[in-house]
Structure formats: structure tokens, C-alpha cells
């Protein structure tokens, strides 16, 4: 009798990585867990991009406040902007945190959409990851975040922060200018004992830091939806 342990398994064969051609036509079995499994994931990709969405809500709601108290009154300091940067910047990290959790239940849904269901309508294309059900069973197996943090917090600059954190720069360099001439804005900088130079150089530190996190050249690890750049470049791609 030949062996039916898991060493004879090969997942790569067209017979095992193919299974969706057959799932259509079979309501019971691994095609009925498979599809309770996908609903799940779904469901829990709608969670975290939930918790995304009311991180962002928080980061606009403080902004907001912030530039509101700073310019109702000339006596308010100007440092409160700067408090808006820290506190903006704590929520870019919490925000970092949960995209890399939104991006592990994700892949695990666009990892059955390009190989189950889309074989399964379609199966002239076969599939994209012969291996695509051990890269799985092994996810499950062992649930592992997909995205580095550095890639995370560049993905949620570039998409929400850069733009929040601009619009804070902009308005404390607004504030510590405009009102006074032109050889003072440099001592309007300045925070208690902290010179003025001290404190420009700190922030033009900071967002020159934000800006190499945002644009340095890495390789993507994300799993992303759709496929970026021109629809007629990638139409092409695809023949």
C-alpha cells in the first residue's frame, strides 16, 4: 500500500494547486471550509481597516483643535503647534502598528482571491503562487506580520501623515512670522530658555527624517489590491 503521509504531498503538482477548478462544482468539503474561512478573513480585513480609519479620525480631530486654540488668540504660544507635531506623530505610530495587522489578514485574502477564486472562474491563467497552499497552511500555522514598521510608518505617511504634518509646519511658520519683522522670527522660535535656532534646526531635523522614512528606496512587502500606474501599462504587461 502506498503511503499516504504528508511527505508525498507536493503542493506545486497541477492536481493539488488547481483545486479551485473543481470548488465551483462542490458545495460540501474543503470548498465549503474555504469559503467560511474567506468570509472570516474578510471580515477581519473590515475590522482593521476600521481601527485604521478611527486612528486617522483621532489625528484630524487633534489637528483640528490645535490650529483652532493656536490662532484664536495672538497671546496663545506658538509652541502648541509643536505639541500638535509629537501628539500627531504618536497616533502615525499607533496607526503604523495596526496597518501592519490589517496588511497580515489582507495577504491571506488576496493570496485566495488570486489563486482560488480567480483560477476558479478563470482557469486558462492558472495560478499566481504554485505553492500558494503552503504559503497559507503555513500563515495559519504560524501567523507572521508581512510589513516591516519603517514600511508601515512610510505607507501611512505618504497615504495620510505627510499632509497632516505639512499643514502643522506651515502653520507655526505662519505663526512665528507673520506677526513680527523679519529679524525676529528666529526669537519668536523661541521655546522658555531654548533659543529660536535651537528649536527651527530641531524641527527642520524632524521633518527632514520624515521625509527620508516616506521616500527611501526599499522593495515593497505590502500586499496591495490594485495594481499601480497606467491601466493601459499593465493591460499590456498582462498579454
Do not use: C
Not at 506623530?89 to 497580515?104: C, K, M, N, Q, S
Not at 507673520?178 to 519668536?188: E, G, K
Amino acid at each position: 500500500m502506498t503511503d499516504s503521509g504528508s511527505d508525498e504531498f507536493d503542493p506545486t503538482t497541477p492536481d493539488q494547486r488547481e483545486i479551485g477548478r473543481e470548488m465551483v462544482d462542490d458545495s460540501s468539503g474543503l470548498g465549503s471550509v474555504m469559503a467560511h474561512a474567506y468570509r472570516g478573513e474578510i471580515d477581519r480585513v473590515g475590522t482593521w481597516r476600521q481601527r485604521l480609519d478611527q486612528t486617522t479620525t483621532w489625528a484630524v480631530t487633534v489637528l483640528a483643535a490645535i490650529l483652532t486654540f493656536t490662532f484664536s488668540s495672538a497671546d496663545n504660544p506658538h509652541y502648541i503647534l509643536l505639541v500638535g507635531v509629537v501628539v500627531v506623530t504618536v497616533f502615525l505610530g499607533i496607526e503604523a502598528r495596526r496597518y501592519r495587522h490589517y496588511d497580515l489578514f489582507r495577504s491571506r485574502v488576496r493570496l485566495l482571491q488570486e489563486n482560488l477564486f480567480a483560477n476558479a472562474l478563470d482557469p486558462s491563467e492558472g495560478v499566481e503562487s504554485h505553492d500558494w497552499r503552503v504559503q497559507l497552511g503555513r500563515d495559519y500555522r504560524r501567523p507572521t506580520l508581512k510589513v516591516s514598521f519603517a514600511e508601515a510608518i512610510a505607507n501611512r505617511l505618504k497615504r495620510v501623515y505627510l499632509a497632516l504634518l505639512g499643514v502643522l509646519l506651515v502653520a507655526w511658520i505662519f505663526r512665528i512670522s507673520a506677526f513680527v519683522s523679519r529679524q525676529d522670527w528666529l526669537a519668536t522660535a523661541r521655546i522658555g530658555r531654548i533659543p529660536g535656532i535651537a528649536v527651527v534646526a530641531v524641527v527642520g531635523v524632524f521633518y527632514v527624517v520624515l521625509l527620508s522614512i516616506a521616500f527611501w528606496p526599499r522593495e515593497r512587502q505590502a500586499k496591495g489590491e490594485f495594481r499601480e500606474g497606467d491601466p493601459d501599462d499593465w493591460k499590456e504587461t498582462d498579454r
